[in-house]
């Protein structure tokens, strides 16, 4: 099974991806093509976090928690306001649909297996590593809080990321963050029994085959949306989001606002006396307006409250 990663010519760094900067880390974890710490620390300038040790931003756990109450609506809103129109992802087989996923982005892209250039690359981590490179290579490095998204070209046979049982260590690992894979897995019902949200587009009884590993925490392409290490990945029943790190803030902040407004209004209704269009979106009448502003900064004082106690 030939399924790995590449060390260093300038002509295979084109050929992973569009970005120049791709380097060869020299470090042991390496041979693989990859963003140096730098590298990674550059393109994810705006993140406004600390990093993990491998340089991806960190969003912080407890941002992580608060995102598992979000919605599709609440995501897109930020997103779309800030012109970020490519961040959504959907059509994929949902393992859980009744279970959001929420965590950091560990990227991992493969490509269609070429025999002469990973020959050189199974030679030089033969050389550097004494083994070879394969799929576990990239699963071994996961960490608690990451979500494993996997760029697999949407292949169907032989394009099985995991089974049961990688899958399993995937859930321990990430302590449940989850995976994403354009591409398939296999072993569904022992996979199916695993309490970790999971995004496929196929189900295939084959290993995986007939590819090769070519970076891990790169960017890559799900779908339409250009994923990058460390974004806030976020799947419900509908598809998945893949939200930059700069804006996680916003869009929590914001759904608090929007989780106030619809409690609001919900009340509102419930009164009986007033028409959906008096009240939704926003009310009409001055007073009502009035009534909803302090009762918004009101319920933003008692969560703000409640979050700083804990």
Same mark, same amino acid.
């Given at each position: 099974?030939?399924?790995?990663?590449?060390? !260093?010519?300038?002509?295979?760094?084109?050929?992973?991806?569009?970005?120049?900067?791709?380097?060869?880390?020299?470090?042991?974890?390496?041979?693989?093509?990859?963003?140096?710490?730098?590298?990674?620390?550059?393109y994810t300038a705006q993140n406004p976090f600390d990093r993990l040790p491998d340089g991806r931003p960190k969003v912080p756990d407890a941002l992580i928690e608060r995102a598992r109450?979000?919605?599709?609506?609440?995501?897109?809103?930020?997103?779309?306001?800030?012109?970020?129109?490519?961040?959504?992802?959907?059509?994929?087989?949902?393992?859980?649909?009744?279970?959001?996923?929420?965590?950091?982005?560990?990227?991992?892209?493969?490509?269609?297996?070429?025999?002469?250039?990973?020959?050189?690359?199974?030679?030089?981590?033969?050389?550097? +590593?004494?083994?070879?490179?394969?799929?576990?290579?990239?699963?071994?490095?996961?960490?608690?809080?990451?979500?494993?998204?996997?760029?697999?070209?949407?292949?169907?046979?032989?394009?099985?990321?995991?089974?049961?049982?990688?899958?399993?260590?995937?859930?321990?690992?990430?302590?449940?963050?989850?995976?994403?894979?354009?591409?398939?897995?296999?072993?569904?019902?022992?996979?199916?029994?695993?309490?970790?949200?999971?995004?496929?587009?196929?189900?295939?009884?084959?290993?995986?085959?007939?590819?090769?590993?070519?970076?891990?925490?790169?960017?890559?392409?799900?779908?339409?949306?250009?994923?990058?290490?460390?974004? +806030?990945?976020?799947?419900?029943?509908?598809?998945?989001?893949?939200?930059?790190?700069?804006?996680?803030?916003?869009? +929590?902040?914001?759904?608090?606002?929007?989780?106030?407004?619809?409690?609001?209004?919900?009340?509102?209704?419930?009164?009986?006396?007033?028409?959906?269009?008096?009240?939704?979106?926003?009310?009409?009448?001055? *007073?009502?307006?009035?009534?909803?502003?302090?009762?918004?900064? *009101?319920?933003?004082?008692?969560?703000?409250?409640?979050?700083? !106690?804990?």
């Amino acid at each position: 099974m030939k399924l790995t990663r590449k060390s !260093s010519a300038s002509h295979f760094v084109g050929l992973c991806f569009v970005c120049a900067a791709l380097i060869f880390a020299q470090a042991v974890s390496a041979q693989l093509v990859s963003f140096s710490k730098q590298e990674l620390i550059d393109y994810t300038a705006q993140n406004p976090f600390d990093r993990l040790p491998d340089g991806r931003p960190k969003v912080p756990d407890a941002l992580i928690e608060r995102a598992r109450g979000l919605s599709s609506e609440e995501v897109w809103a930020v997103l779309q306001a800030k012109e970020f129109n490519n961040q959504y992802a959907d059509g994929f087989q949902v393992l859980h649909p009744g279970k959001m996923m929420v965590g950091r982005a560990f990227t991992v892209q493969f490509m269609p297996l070429r025999e002469d250039v990973d020959n050189v690359a199974q030679a030089k981590s033969k050389q550097s +590593l004494g083994k070879r490179l394969f799929n576990q290579t990239a699963i071994d490095m996961l960490q608690p809080g990451d979500v494993l998204v996997v760029d697999l070209f949407g292949k169907k046979v032989g394009g099985t990321i995991v089974g049961d049982n990688t899958s399993s260590y995937v859930n321990q690992a990430t302590h449940g963050g989850g995976l994403v894979v354009d591409g398939s897995v296999r072993d569904l019902n022992g996979i199916s029994e695993i309490e970790m949200p999971a995004y496929f587009r196929s189900v295939d009884p084959t290993p995986i085959g007939n590819v090769m590993l070519t970076g891990i925490n790169v960017p890559i392409r799900i779908g339409n949306v250009t994923v990058m290490p460390g974004d +806030l990945v976020v799947g419900d029943r509908e598809g998945i989001y893949f939200v930059p790190p700069q804006f996680v803030q916003e869009v +929590l902040d914001k759904a608090d606002e929007t989780h106030i407004h619809d409690e609001w209004t919900k009340k509102k209704f419930a009164e009986g006396k007033y028409k959906s269009s008096e009240i939704y979106g926003s009310p009409s009448d001055p *007073k009502l307006q009035q009534e909803y502003q302090e009762y918004l900064k *009101k319920r933003l004082d008692e969560i703000h409250k409640q979050r700083s !106690s804990k």
